[in-house]
């Protein structure tokens, strides 16, 4: 009875154990503790809502850095999904797990459906090879090196890429919309994946030059119609991601952006550093690649960690990698006689993609190496000068597709088959093993400091310190100040650390500055502090904190000595940065934390985010501020210590009153306790109202804003309601300061949400109909 | 009549190839930067040359080396190192290059060099001040370094290629005929007549090379058809185990040669996938057991056959074209009786 059962839902339990075993997955790599740090911090999987409250929001950023217009709205919906799993699931350790799971659980099943799509196995006769192909690629050596190991947001491009090819493919082949829904549902709440444009491009580029050539030698009548159905796919998905993408569109245009994807395409520094990187990069070979393995050559150049794992295994198991290379060759020499028509011609554009994306992973093929350096020269290439990396995730996706086809070749041709699939299997799990020496690999330049850790209590109570005593308006020096935007904090119970963007923001909602990089659009004002520190010449370092607005400092001394020699501090630079360095720039101790490993100093000279005459201020969120300036006569200067920005504007507020400034932050500042709110209602107008001072808005102090506001140019142009007139002739203002560059956001949205809310309705609508019809 | 007929053989035979090879020779003379005009090189195959370690140049070793003077107004040594590597360059990183007369007891010419200068050239040029009367005479050289550790090291072999250049001003070049008429003789000999000379050459070469493949191709010569894959394999073999660098023309001849093998021959798509794992397995060979196979040159070639074997599959699919699809008919094709 039972084994007929067993037998019946075979499919599912075997689901049902693999999702078992990927849910298990990180309580066995990380035994309980976080698996946190980096660039990504990966944070957001375990604060969700804060990293959406302060990052995410608002297009005016900070994180660890000086504020620019960045785009960051891409992880909007999914943040909002988390915050909401938060809530439900009630735990940091399992909503972090569950993060760290998911990619892997829906790649492994996303990645099914694709080779299921492709191979039109509509009565599950290639299950088994269809399962082990997406398991080559879940479990290939590339994929933890290139992805798992990193787990930056790209790691959401598993599961998203194949369910998009998916989709595609399926509505072309039965032109049902409801796949185009599906795609643009999934996109939307994945979004943080398809901002990872490089390596999105990674994949479609092989695939798109494999189509083109596929077509140009394979008769088919369709071709028109197959491009009428990729543009019906095509534009609502993009429409779907519009929300953010317009917005990045925009700070490209605009002055001082420092997103990611505008920096690295279109900046000259990155075009600079093209030819450098792919010559220094380009040293591996396509033999590797081909056995499933990550280039050789480079861990060693670059002395990876992962040179370590090469010398004691993989260069021991090099020859059961042979598989691959002998399931390939069998799969090309007789998909002949062995695949149908259809098939044939799916292997066909795969066979060809496959071979263009051999090229692109590897570059280092004699003059194609000068072919690829001599394309950087095309605007927007200069994105691969990583090659290794954009386009690793992309080649692993075609390879293991690949892969598939011949297992079904060989499963048609070879009575032994079984063996080949066992011993594959082998191979697969052999390498997954190493899995764990991988992402638990050592902190980089360090012998063994452990990359997972808790945060500890005394590190999250003394955030909670911070929060209290420093106004949101205020930013904060961290101490060591490094030679990246990175802080360390230590684990309570081992020697592990976090080692990433410094996460004082997400706690606290103040920004601080932890290292060269937080001023990376001024990176001469980053050289200067480091030589003051160097030098020991407070007097200036005191000036240029100052100016921006600096006015405390977190000093962090548990760190761990490995880490300080590591490449995150700089020798000379950690050296100075001692009691004396403390002494000359501080006034007072404000906090320390429990075991003294946290403390919190306020500066010597304390600044103002706004300044002017009779100026008070209140923060709303990071893009927008109060102002209300009292007994305004003749014309007066306004200073706004953020960098400047033309998308900075003041718009008179109508009734002129203060209500909104119940209390103040403390006796000595003109600035009313902040309040946070996302949005009041009044944003959009803001895209078409009329500002003030928009002709005297200019740099100030090298950096910052300022505005001339001139009472009689306010009495002429603007009607008494948004101005109050006092006896003496002089005027109270009420302004709101607001980053208008937001409403790109909002507009945007609306499109965006409007296609999502179509979807949905769409899907409920065919499933109703689909009901209705049984 | 006779006559008339005759025309096409003449242009075809004679005039055609004769115009590609001054095509050649032009382009070559115009375009190939390595040519100085004012510099004689002799490459010296007499010289000696003593290298105490072969795997690099160690801290306290010294490269000695003599060779007479071929001509005056020496100027410059060319010594083409083995290796040199500068993974973290440091400019104290210094390789010492000094230069005497033989009889002479102190150094004419003694300068350092940037280990990081050296990385990637394969001819590093140690110039100087030219000495006017150098003919006949005996130099000696030595070569030592300050860093040799795994990142950062320079190797020489015993039979590193040394070549001795000459400078002759454009203004004495002119105004001695005598000198003219000797500089341009040995030119010729010496300079533009070299394997890295021709080598370079063969990109513009390339017109001449299409035109003889497509004489082949029309060839009603069965026995010619076949040599033209055969030579292909020869030309891969000479481009890894002996040319070093990676030189376009030499790359698109080869492609251009299998190409037409597979056109004339009829060779199917499998006998090219073949031939790619054949390289793909000699790749990790030379990897595991042969470090001194040109392991680059053999990545080049086994991805070459697996772009050829995807088109070919293409092309299949739309036009039938394999006859020798299987090894055993492709082996009889080449080395079996001519049809």
Known sequence: ?774 | MKRKNKIPKVRNKIFIPVLLVIFWIIFSLIFIKTINYSLLTYEDYFRKLTVPSLDRIHVGEKIKGEFMAKENNLAILLIKFYDAKSKNPNPNHILNFRIKEKKSNKWFYEHGYNIGQIEGTLMYPFGFNSIPNSKGKTYEFEIDSNTSDNDNYVSLKANATVISGYYFSKAELLHNPSILINFIEKKIIFSVISINFILRSLIFLMPLILFIFWKILTSKIAKERQVMALVTFIAIAIDILIIRENILGVVISICIAWIISIYILKIGSKISLLIGLFFVLLGFTSMILLPDLNIFKINQWSYFFLVVFAMQILFEEKYDLSKFSTPKEFIKAIFGKND
């Open chain 1, 1 to 774: 009875m039972i084994i007929e059962l067993i037998k019946k839902h075979k499919f599912k339990i075997f689901n049902i154990l693999l999702a078992i075993f990927f849910l298990a997955l990180p309580y066995i790599l990380f035994k309980g503790k976080y698996y946190i740090g980096g660039d990504d911090t990966r944070l957001e999987y375990i604060f969700p809502w804060e990293y959406f409250k302060y990052t995410s929001f608002p297009v005016w950023q900070h994180f660890s850095a000086l504020g620019s217009f960045r785009t960051t709205q891409f992880l909007v919906p999914f943040l909002l999904i988390w915050s909401l799993f938060d809530i439900i699931l009630n735990s940091k350790l399992i909503l972090g797990y569950l993060a760290f799971s998911l990619p892997m659980l829906l790649g492994f099943f996303t990645f099914r459906l694709m080779l299921k799509e492709f191979l039109r196995d509509d009565n599950n006769k290639y299950f088994i090879e269809i399962i082990i192909g997406a398991l080559i690629f879940i479990f290939s050596p590339i994929i933890a090196i290139n992805q798992i190991f990193l787990f930056l947001s790209t790691i959401w491009l598993m599961p998203l890429i194949p369910f998009l090819t998916y989709c595609f493919f399926k509505y072309i082949r039965t032109e049902n919309k409801i796949y185009i829904a599906y795609a643009v549902i999934v996109a939307t709440i994945f979004s943080l994946g398809l901002f990872s444009i490089p390596w999105v491009l990674g994949y479609i580029i092989p695939l798109f030059l494999g189509m083109i050539i596929f077509t140009l030698f394979v008769k088919n009548d369709n071709k028109i119609k197959f491009i009428k159905k990729s543009i019906q796919y095509i534009i609502p998905v993009s429409l779907s991601q519009i929300f953010w993408a317009f917005p990045l569109l925009m700070t490209s245009v605009g002055n001082q952006s420092s997103n990611f994807v505008s920096s690295s395409v279109f900046s000259k520094s990155a075009a600079d550093t093209f030819t450098p990187v792919v010559n220094a990069t380009a040293v591996g070979n396509i033999f590797y690649p081909l056995i499933n393995l990550f280039h050789r050559q480079i861990t060693f150049d670059f002395d990876w960690q992962l040179r370590f794992l090469f010398k004691n295994f993989y260069d021991k198991t090099l020859l059961i990698n042979f598989i691959y290379l002998l399931i390939l060759f069998i799969g090309f020499y007789y998909f002949k006689k062995n695949l149908n028509k259809d098939r044939q011609k799916i292997f066909l554009f795969l066979i060809t993609s496959f071979v263009i994306s051999l090229y692109l992973n590897t570059v280092n093929i004699g003059p194609l190496r000068d072919l690829f350096i001599s394309l950087g020269g095309i605007p927007g290439v200069v994105m691969f000068r990583n090659f290794y990396d954009k386009f690793a995730m992309g080649y692993v996706m075609i390879f293991a597709s690949v892969l598939t086809f011949c297992l079904v070749v060989i499963k048609n041709k070879l009575k032994s088959y079984k063996i080949i699939l066992i011993l594959l299997l082998i191979v697969i799990g052999v390498n997954a093993i190493k899995l764990g020496d991988i992402i638990n690999a050592p902190l980089w330049t360090t012998q063994s400091t452990g990359r997972n850790i808790n945060i500890p209590t005394e590190y999250l109570n003394f955030m909670k310190d911070v929060e209290k005593k420093v106004s949101p308006s205020n930013y904060i020096f961290s101490v060591p100040f490094g030679t990246g935007l990175y802080t360390v904090i230590k684990d309570t119970d081992s020697n592990s650390v976090y080692m990433g963007t410094s996460p004082v923001i997400l706690f606290t909602g103040v920004n601080d500055f932890s290292g060269w990089y937080s001023f990376q659009l001024y990176s001469i004002v980053s050289n200067t502090i480091n030589k003051y520190i160097i030098d020991r010449n407070y007097i200036d370092l005191r000036k240029i904190l100052y100016s921006y607005n600096i006015n405390y400092i977190i000093l962090t001394k548990n760190i761990p000595p490995q880490v300080k020699k590591s490449w995150v501090y700089e020798d000379k630079l950690l050296k100075t940065q001692d009691q004396e360095f403390i002494e000359n720039l501080t006034n007072r101790k404000l906090a320390e934390s429990k075991n003294g490993n946290y403390v919190l100093y306020e500066m010597k000279d304390k600044n103002k985010l706004i300044n002017g005459q009779g100026v008070e201020y209140q923060k709303i969120n990071d893009i927008k501020f109060k102002i209300y300036i009292k007994n305004l006569k003749g014309k007066m200067d306004l200073s706004f210590n953020e960098p400047f920005h033309g998308g900075w504007k003041l718009f008179l507020q109508k009734d002129t009153n203060k209500d909104w400034c119940v209390s103040m932050v403390n006796a000595v500042t003109n600035e009313c306790k902040s309040v946070h709110k996302f949005i009041e209602g009044d944003e959009i107008g803001y895209f078409f109202d009329k500002s003030v001072g928009v002709n005297s808005h200019n740099i100030y102090n090298k950096f910052a804003n300022k505005w001339t506001i001139d009472s009689t140019e306010i009495k002429q142009n603007f009607s008494s309601k948004y101005f109050k007139l006092n006896s003496d002739g002089s005027i109270d203002l009420e302004m709101v300061l607001y980053f208008v560059p937001q409403s790109y956001f909002y507009s945007a949205s609306i499109v965006s949400i409007f296609v999502f809310i179509t979807a949905i309705i769409f899907i409920i609508y065919k499933f109703y109909k689909h009901e209705k019809k049984k």
